[in-house]
């Protein structure tokens, strides 16, 4: 928590005032900048890798205060994918106060989701959904409300398998009542 407050002071620090405000449509590319991060004023990304054999390994999901860019990762290919309209504000590597926390975040969302790629699909796949209910969700009546709205692809990506299995086993948690769905849309997780 202490770490989104540190993002969200950010949004009004003045260093962020003399930079544009960019925004970026549903399943853009945000591009990459030598020296400069994107601090996300609103909506959601997902940053991403291509294996060698060119399957997409998700690196971490991003929303509201969090920074983002090539600078912090070592990682090649790497690439910043807009889950819903996305509002961005450039940043220099060297103006980020905080640039020491934003790294220890990335590599701790990392190894979160590097964590959930090992056991069985179903364990892979209830894991990933409490992960995103921690990270994305609030409480409404009938459960963990998933704010992220993912594709069966994006979460196939990320845990390791293919969309048609993780549309069968979507529809397995529902029938077995573990998650429902918030308007055909969103996940929750009871």
Same mark, same amino acid.
């Given at each position: 928590?202490?770490?989104?407050?540190?993002?969200?002071?950010?949004?009004?620090?003045?260093?962020?005032?003399?930079?544009?405000?960019?925004?970026?449509?549903?399943?853009?590319?945000?591009?990459?900048?030598?020296?400069?991060?994107?601090?996300?004023?609103?909506?959601?990304?997902?940053?991403?890798?291509?294996?060698?054999?060119?399957?997409?390994?998700?690196?971490?999901?991003?929303?509201?205060?969090?920074?983002?860019?090539?600078?912090?990762?070592?990682?090649?290919?790497?690439?910043?994918?807009?889950?819903? @309209?996305?509002? *961005? =504000?450039?940043? %220099?590597?060297?103006?980020?106060?905080?640039?020491? +926390? &934003?790294?220890?975040?990335?590599?701790?969302?990392?190894?979160?989701?590097?964590?959930?790629?090992?056991?069985?699909?179903?364990?892979?796949?209830?894991?990933?959904?409490?992960?995103?209910?921690?990270?994305?969700?609030?409480?409404?009546?009938?459960?963990?409300?998933?704010?992220?709205?993912?594709?069966?692809?994006?979460?196939?990506?990320?845990?390791? @398998?293919?969309? *048609? =299995?993780?549309? %069968?086993?979507?529809?397995?948690?529902?029938?077995? +009542? &573990?998650?429902?769905?918030?308007?055909?849309?969103?996940?929750?997780?009871?």
């Amino acid at each position: 928590m202490v770490i989104i407050a540190m993002y969200i002071s950010n949004l009004n620090s003045p260093a962020l005032g003399s930079y544009t405000v960019r925004s970026f449509k549903r399943r853009e590319i945000i591009p990459l900048r030598e020296n400069m991060l994107w601090q996300i004023r609103s909506g959601a990304a997902r940053t991403f890798t291509i294996s060698e054999d060119g399957a997409t390994i998700s690196l971490g999901f991003w929303w509201g205060g969090d920074i983002l860019g090539q600078p912090i990762s070592c990682i090649q290919p790497f690439q910043i994918e807009c889950l819903t @309209t996305v509002e *961005v =504000t450039l940043i %220099r590597v060297d103006g980020c106060d905080n640039l020491h +926390q &934003v790294m220890l975040s990335h590599i701790h969302q990392m190894q979160e989701l590097l964590r959930i790629r090992h056991g069985n699909i179903r364990q892979r796949l209830e894991l990933f959904l409490q992960w995103l209910a921690q990270r994305f969700g609030r409480p409404i009546r009938q459960g963990q409300l998933i704010q992220l709205r993912l594709t069966h692809q994006n979460i196939a990506d990320t845990i390791g @398998t293919t969309r *048609v =299995t993780v549309t %069968r086993l979507l529809q397995e948690l529902e029938h077995a +009542q &573990v998650i429902s769905w918030f308007h055909r849309r969103q996940i929750v997780l009871r």
